[in-house]
């Protein structure tokens, strides 16, 4: 849910997809600027909030960190119900990652929220060596259901402002 006072955005925010792929990393850097090379698991869900301004407004993020262990699949309506955005994470490195990012638009189309914003990121392109899935593979299907693609490094910090700052434009416009 988006809710707006003047030029002022609150907006929930939601991170799915596999163990492992980095969506702590991503919420740490972007909340604390900070990376730490062996990141716990998250249990269950984390909530953190950041804000960011725009020239046009300001947008208070309320984000929920999901834990992507299928054992925790069932709890993920309860963050993503109400969500003005969501970022659907699979790692470069990982093919089983992508294929379940997929499974995660799938069933975010599927609850049927067509103002929701979402994004496909692929993380950690610091390891351009281990790659599996190319650039085009991830932009392709990004494009073909409607998402916002952005490649990313929690590591070394590429694109992780570009892509949050990304989202408040869009939720900016959608006010
Ligand atoms: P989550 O389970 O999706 O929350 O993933 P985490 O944030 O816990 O990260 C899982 C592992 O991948 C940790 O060891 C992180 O340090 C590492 N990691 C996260 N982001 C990156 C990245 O951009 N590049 C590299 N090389 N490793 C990363
Ligand atoms: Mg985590």
Not at 52 to 71: C, H, M, P, Y
Request: one cysteine or more; hydrophobic letters at 40%; charged letters at 25%.
């Amino acid at each position: 849910m988006a809710t707006r006072r003047s030029n002022s955005i609150q907006a929930k925010l939601v991170l799915l997809g596999d163990m492992g792929t980095g969506k702590t990393s991503i919420v740490l850097r972007f909340v604390k600027g900070q990376y730490f090379d062996c990141q716990e698991s998250t249990i269950g869900a984390a909530f953190f909030s950041q804000v960011l301004s725009l020239n046009e407004a300001t947008v208070k993020f309320d984000i929920w960190d999901t834990a992507g262990q299928e054992r925790y699949h069932s709890l993920a309506p309860m963050y993503y119900r109400g969500a003005a955005a969501a970022i659907v994470v699979y790692d470069i490195s990982s093919t089983d990652s992508f294929i379940k990012a997929q499974r995660w638009v799938r069933e975010l189309q599927r609850q049927g929220n067509p103002y929701l914003i979402m994004a496909l990121v692929a993380n950690k392109v610091d390891l351009e060596s281990k790659r599996k899935i190319e650039h085009e593979e991830g932009l392709q299907y990004a494009q073909d259901h409607g998402l916002f693609f952005i490649e990313t490094s929690a590591k070394t910090a590429e694109n992780i402002n570009e892509l949050f700052y990304e989202i408040a434009k869009r939720l900016a416009k959608s006010q």
